[in-house]
């Protein structure tokens, strides 16, 4: 299995902040990199797949980049509603596997 | 727009057979991958399998023997089974489609509401 590891695992910022969330795979996995951000008692929601590219409806302060191990979700200037749980998650190879996740709490 | 409700068994003894089924509104399980992911209390996402309309499966290696997913397609549903259950099961289950996103790309790009299951005797 192909094990993806997020850093850090959970941070604390403010309103306004630029924050960055890091996943590696252990292996390449070239593009196959999505995003997902989860809130207490939901589903996740996808937010970025294939690296950088933004769900519909997602706003434009979230962006991603990388390629074959190292990737990072950036939030440009964090709001009140982006407080929440990130996923990474690999579909180069089965079977999927997620991040352990990054949790952004209000500092 | 396609969405998904799941439902299912929420509490079951050590042993018995974990059930859920998630049907398929505003579109068809005949195309796509539909998939179950599960989510411990306080823990991370875990992939347990998915299937296509003609049942092909692909399954988490780690449950595989324990697994069944099926689809009913006059229904437009699909199903997981896990047998033999232990406290360890206990999660959140989802169901959700592993749609293509973009070529030959693809994302859970719609979830289920999540069904809580607690195997406990």
């Known amino acids: 299995d192909i094990q993806m590891t997020q850093s850090p695992s959970s941070l604390s910022a403010s309103v306004g902040d630029r924050v960055t969330i890091t996943c590696r795979a252990s292996?390449?996995?070239?593009?196959?990199l999505n995003w997902y951000q989860q809130k207490p008692g939901k589903a996740p929601n996808l937010l970025i797949y294939?690296?950088?590219s933004l769900q519909s409806g997602v706003p434009s302060r979230f962006s991603g980049s990388g390629s074959g191990t190292a990737f990072t979700l950036t939030i440009s200037s964090l709001q009140p509603e982006d407080f929440a749980t990130y996923y990474c998650?690999?579909?180069?190879?089965?079977?999927?596997?997620f991040g352990q996740g990054t949790k952004v709490e209000i500092k | 727009q396609v969405q998904l409700q799941q439902w299912g068994a929420g509490l079951l003894k050590p042993s018995e057979t974990l059930s859920l089924t998630c049907a398929v509104y505003?579109?068809?399980?005949?195309?796509?991958?539909w998939s179950w992911i599960r989510q411990p209390p306080g823990k991370g996402l875990e992939w347990i399998g998915e299937i296509n309309h003609s049942g092909s499966t692909n399954y988490n290696p780690s449950l595989k023997t324990r697994v069944t997913i099926s689809v009913d397609t006059s229904k437009n549903q699909f199903s997981l089974k896990l047998s033999s259950v232990t406290a360890a099961d206990t999660a959140v289950y989802y169901c959700?489609?592993?749609?293509?996103?973009?070529?030959?790309?693809?994302?859970?790009?719609?979830w289920g509401q999540g069904t809580t299951v607690t195997v406990s005797s």
């Open positions: 294939v690296v950088s």
């Open positions: 292996q390449s996995i070239s593009s196959y």
């Open positions: 998650q690999q579909t180069y190879s089965t079977p999927q596997t």
């Open positions: 959700a489609r592993f749609g293509q996103v973009v070529y030959y790309y693809y994302a859970l790009d719609v």
């Open positions: 505003g579109g068809s399980v005949s195309a796509y991958y």
